[in-house]
């Protein structure tokens, strides 16, 4: 067998095993040809209209399967992915049926040290992106907030955020009401976490997991792009705050080059539009203006500005309060 049987072809051929025990027919499909060519079950007919098989075909297949998954596709649901190594145990191939290295760690990093179950670590000195640490084993955090990062460039670049403005303009501002009167924001005692790269092999699911987890325990912030993509994410990650550009003005400051961004973000200028109307129907439009005003003037200018031009150009920044209600 070239590889593991992968979990769609495996659950179309159980259903037609449990269907025909004994031997039957599958009307050809793409899922019947690669069952056909790659797994060598059964026989297509003169027309390559039906795949044909019989008992032997499925006494072999699932020997096959027994042998490299260890379970019986006749019966068995097929097998959650697992880490490398506990795939390692069996298995001579550690990267069958086991999930990226990275899914199970996050990125973080600090301006001054990592505080983290009670201890003090220090950061190195060098330009870095970070540490790179297994999130379950992050069990408290001892900073003023969790910042969730949109884009990488940030992480390796904190000291270049124009924080002087707005901790001077937030200090003495309760953070999460009652629940945590007595502390303040202060960004420069934050702890910054990458949200993750968007891609098919790596997701943002462990770092989005991993910020939830501190909701109310923690002040959570999203540093996000100023682009209707970035609100959104700002929106639907359950922080308290969306860190953007004090000045709304900043969004035509004069860059080279078209616009070009704001035409690839339909979807999420849908989700914005859809949200404010829902707003004002339900009689909240005054509850949650801050956000709205930001998107508005990106729809009348239709341009975006990345967390990049935010740190290159050390614009001024501030919190925006986002309400409970998503």
């Known amino acids: 067998m070239k590889s593991i049987m992968n979990k769609q072809l495996y659950n179309f051929t159980q259903a037609k095993l449990q269907k025909n025990r004994q031997g039957g027919q599958i009307k050809n499909s793409a899922l019947a040809i690669k069952l056909y060519e790659e797994y060598n079950f059964g026989q297509l007919d003169f027309n390559k209209q039906w795949l044909t098989f019989n008992l032997d075909n499925i006494l072999a297949l699932s020997d096959e399967i027994q042998s490299v998954l260890g379970i019986d596709i006749r019966q068995d649901p097929y097998p959650t992915k697992k880490d490398r190594l506990s795939t390692a145990e069996n298995c001579r191939n550690e990267k069958e049926n086991s999930y990226a290295v990275s899914k199970d760690f996050i990125l973080i990093n600090s301006l001054s040290e990592l505080n983290v179950n009670q201890s003090c670590h220090n950061i190195s000195p060098l330009t870095s992106l970070g540490l790179y640490i297994k999130a379950d084993d992050i069990k408290s955090i001892e900073h003023s907030a969790i910042i969730l990062v949109e884009n990488l460039a940030v992480m390796a670049n904190l000291r270049t ?9 937030h200090s003495g501002t309760p953070i999460l009401g009652n629940n945590i009167s007595s502390q303040y ?3 420069t005692q934050a702890l910054w976490l990458y949200r993750g790269d ?19 325990v ?5 540093f996000s792009d100023l682009d209707p993509k970035g609100i959104e994410i700002a929106l639907t990650c359950n922080a308290d705050y969306w860190l953007t550009i004090e000045n709304t003005n900043e969004i035509t400051m004069a860059l080279s080059g078209n616009e070009q961004e704001w035409y690839k973000q339909g979807a999420a200028i849908d989700f914005l539009q859809q949200k404010m109307k ?6 909240h439009d005054e509850g949650n203006p801050d956000w709205q005003s930001m998107f508005s003037s990106l729809l009348t200018h239709k341009k975006t500005l990345k967390q990049e031009h935010i740190l290159k150009h050390k614009l001024c920044l501030t919190l925006l309060k986002i309400e409970c209600d998503r």
Do not use: E, M
């Not at 955020?161 to 303009?169: P, R, T, V």
């Not at 923690?218 to 999203?222: G, W, Y």
């Open 198 to 216: 968007v891609k098919a092999q790596q997701t943002t699911n462990t770092s989005y997991q991993f910020f939830r987890r501190f909701k109310g």
């Open 218 to 222: 923690t002040p959570l912030i999203c």
């Open 161 to 169: 955020i124009n924080l002087a403005s707005i901790n001077k303009k």
């Open 278 to 283: 829902r707003v004002k129907q339900n009689g």
């Open 185 to 187: 924001i202060d960004l």
